[in-house]
């Protein structure tokens, strides 16, 4: 510290400052979305003063001062912006979350990403952080899948994502809230951007596709597709029977049926390479016959982006993938070498959906 300036220390000591409290940005975003803040400024024509917000959101009236304070914070860090000396508006970032009903898409649902937000920060997956170090500590033997402590999450909660999702359904309605309004997003965008990708397909299959949110996208855009979705029982059970997609329960790693193409969109980040090579021989199978050779279509990070922010949001999701699942965030070299292993001759990447890219993944023939 002799070396430094004064100057750079009180620089450096802010800067571990913002470091060590980070998590109060993500708990007042969390805040934000559980009080209604941005549908409340949404509802007001887009801006309002913080008389305006407390005549409205569900907070005490005592509260007025600290709702200022979390308000010029919730500014300073980009997620609303002042109009006026003392009215608020909406940033691009805030809009995602507004709710209300003139924010819906084609299908008529919410377009909100406020689900996607809330699904992020359970008391699950906090706690599951809170054990990273811990995590670290533990000595491996080379079979870490297998293991109690395979991860952080199972570390501190005893079971593995997925086992939480079955064992408590406050927590797998939140998470599938928060997946079904981030498919939403992305597909709404990927049938927009590049339709390219699905012509020529007569059939579709979207894997680990949940409610069918994917799936009905690309059926309301391509009607000619004939769309459907393979997820577990237990998943399969909960939603109701649809015109647009037919739902199958099966397992991935077993059994995909024939079609033009299989759809994978987040998947793959939540296994580890040896299990993503199961899953994409699977998926060949489904795709390669004597009449038809197909294709993956993945919706995953390709990880590297001249923007700083992208960059960074895929590595705050690769640690998300640490803490809470065996997978990661991959670079294309990374990719590639699982796509060769798993007989696999060429990819097509196109990065087009801001920090995810749809990858277009053909087979070798038999």
């Not at 000591?13 to 549908?39: D, Q």
């Not at 049938?191 to 020529?200: D, I, M, Q, T």
């Amino acid at each position: 510290m002799a070396t430094m300036s004064s100057s750079e220390l009180l620089q450096a000591k802010a800067e571990l400052w913002c470091h060590s409290f980070g998590y109060l940005k993500s708990m007042a975003l969390h805040c934000a979305v559980k009080l209604g803040i941005p549908n409340a400024i949404h509802r007001c024509g887009g801006t309002a003063s913080l008389s305006d917000l407390l005549a409205v959101l569900p907070a005490g009236s005592n509260k007025r001062a600290n709702l200022a304070r979390l308000m010029r914070f919730l500014t300073m860090s980009g997620l609303f912006a002042m109009a006026t000396k003392d009215v608020y508006r909406l940033t691009p970032v805030s809009r995602l979350l507004v709710t209300d009903d003139d924010n819906t898409g084609p299908d008529g649902h919410d377009t909100s990403l406020s689900p996607l937000v809330l699904a992020s920060m359970t008391r699950f997956q906090v706690n599951a952080a809170l054990h990273l170090a811990n995590w670290f500590g533990i000595e491996t033997t080379g079979e870490e899948e297998e293991m109690p402590e395979s991860t952080p999450f199972v570390l501190a909660d005893g079971t593995d994502f997925w086992g939480i999702t079955s064992r408590d359904p406050e927590f797998n309605r939140v998470f599938n809230d928060g997946m079904g309004s981030d498919s939403r997003f992305t597909m709404e965008l990927a049938v927009r951007e590049c339709p390219e990708v699905f012509a020529g397909i007569g059939s579709l299959i979207d894997v680990g596709g949940g409610n069918g949110t994917a799936a009905k996208a690309i059926a309301r855009a391509f009607p000619h597709v004939k769309c459907s979705v393979l997820d577990l029982p237990q998943v399969i059970s909960g939603v109701g029977d649809d015109e647009m997609v037919e739902f199958i329960a099966g397992d991935m790693m077993e059994y995909i049926p024939p079609v033009d193409a299989v759809l994978l969109k987040y998947v793959l980040h939540d296994w580890s390479d040896n299990d993503c090579v199961k899953i994409l021989r699977v998926c060949r199978e489904a795709i390669v016959s004597d009449k038809v050779l197909g294709k993956v279509i993945i919706v995953d990070t390709v990880v590297g982006s001249p923007s700083n922010t992208i960059y960074e949001a895929q590595l705050l999701l690769d640690m998300a993938m640490m803490v809470f699942t065996t997978g990661k965030e991959r670079t294309e070299n990374e990719w590639q070498k699982i796509f060769t292993e798993a007989g696999f001759n060429s990819y097509k990447i196109l990065p087009i959906l801001g920090m995810v890219s749809i990858i277009e993944l053909y087979p070798n023939p038999k």
